[in-house]
């Protein structure tokens, strides 16, 4: 990887992680109010629909977006037809949802999630808006107005939550979190993308770009699908409160977790697929992406595992220890599930659409499969039966990335199993100690274990991984210009 792209690629990951960051942060404060007015049965109807509105998402630009991106030159008639094509369709599904959300509600056996699926209707066409010119800002690198644009989202969206909460509305709070959201995020992308949209149309512009699209498309179905089946099989299969537990321990740890991963990713993405045919500086890039998230990703995802306990009752009272033991699961799942995750930037940037979606239908049936195995033993069953399919998923998933682009394996794991191993060290250290810390009070307990937590893996890291982990570190925190 050029010094260049380099730079670009740790400007950009140091922006956007750290927006995503105090975005979780703050998005786990925001929860932690509102779990002090709403029930766990308001967070599982709002699952319903959010699960609803992230199948109808996907085909609101039928993979059009990513097109854009993944391809190396586009002309202004490719843009403005993907931006026509997804303003219609948006609209066409917008529509859909207004008149089927009944039906929809009836499939779920959910009554109260009709309206609010009514209420999420316009963050569709929100969304179309902003397609094309988000694209224009990842093709440009632009990561730091993108960041800009998700944090004021949250910030707003939030105050807008927490206040609705506080005048005594319940799920309401939470759909108008989305849609406020939505709109201030829209507003910021496409008065800083500095594009709009011609009055023109082709679909001979367009058809190549549905062709790569509709690969991502299908894939994208499926893979939520297999990540999300959860909420519907849940629901029906034991109860709205037990999905409410689900989703409030997804939101706190996939949160600060799944959310750093997809801002790598949405870095690398873009970097990668301009240096596609380079396989050399692929596999370098490949190694340095999934060593410096390791870095990030295991100590975060120890750390949470061995605090769950104090974390839930400081964050959402003790009547929600059930999210405690599901956090447990989850966390771990999170450190196998980011390989999948990077590996996928690897399918992207080389176009192997077809591949994705041929891996995400396997996929598909072995989350699926444990989920309904597991389901009839509890929700806590539940999530350990994802953790296990995730674990056996990931060398699979990997041989396929690695192989194309000629990585050996054992580097690999040379390289990652050492951050790991220090997250490891650090998570069953903290474990102890919070087991002998039990009977202080949370927050006691929490400001004890941080520090300690941190002090701890640092020691290991240094000792474990020294020679990749101060150049890392360095490179971080330095402020280099980008040429």
Known sequence: MSDNLKATVI??????????????????????????????????LMSLVAFVGGIAQ???????????????????????????????????????????????????????????????????????????????????????TIASSELSAAFSSSLVAIGMAIAGF???????????????????ITSTARWRPRLQFSFAALKPLLSYGSYVTASSVVQLLSTRANRPVVG?????????????????????????VQMVRKVMFPVMATIQDDDVRLRRGYLAMQHG???????????????????????????????????????????????????????????????????????????????LLSVDYGIVAVAAGQLGATILLTPLNSYFALRLISQPKLEVFTVLVRPIAAGAVMGAAVAVLQAYLADLASLVQLVICIPAGAAIYLVAILLLD?????????????RRKVS
């Open 170 to 188: 319940k799920i309401e709070a939470l759909i108008a979190q989305v849609v406020v959201g939505s709109v201030v995020s829209a507003l910021v």
């Open 293 to 371: 998230l390791m870095t990030i990703m295991a100590p975060v995802a120890f750390g949470l595992w061995a605090v769950a306990d104090p974390v839930v009752a400081l964050l959402l009272g003790k009547e929600w220890a059930t999210v405690a033991a599901i956090m447990g699961y989850m966390t771990l799942r999170s450190v196998f599930s980011s390989f999948n995750d990077l590996n996928s930037v690897i399918f992207a940037a080389k176009g192997w659409a077809k591949f994705q979606f041929q891996w995400s239908i396997f996929s598909a049936v072995i989350t699926i499969g444990a989920l």
């Open 236 to 260: 029906q299969r034991l109860s709205a409160t037990d999905l409410g537990y689900l989703a409030v321990a997804e939101q706190i740890v996939l949160t600060p977790l799944r959310i750093t």
């Open 466 to 478: 020294r020679a990749r982990f101060l150049p890392l570190f360095r490179q971080i925190l330095a």
């Open 58 to 144: 996907i085909f609101t630009d039928f993979g059009t977006r990513i097109a854009l991106v993944q391809r190396q030159t586009t002309t202004r008639m490719e843009e403005s037809s993907v931006f026509w094509w997804n303003l219609g369709t948006a609209s066409l599904i917008a529509t859909a949802i207004l008149v089927s959300a009944p039906w929809i509600a009836g499939l779920m056996d959910e009554p109260g999630v009709t309206g609010p699926l009514r209420w999420m209707a316009p963050i569709f066409v929100i969304g179309a808006l902003q397609s094309v010119p988000l694209s224009m800002l990842e093709r440009r690198f632009a990561f730091g």
């Open 11 to 44: 400007s950009g990951a140091r922006m956007t992680v750290a927006a995503r960051l105090f975005r979780a942060f703050q998005g786990i404060a925001a929860l932690s109010i509102l779990s002090r007015y709403l029930s766990p049965t308001e967070f599982g």
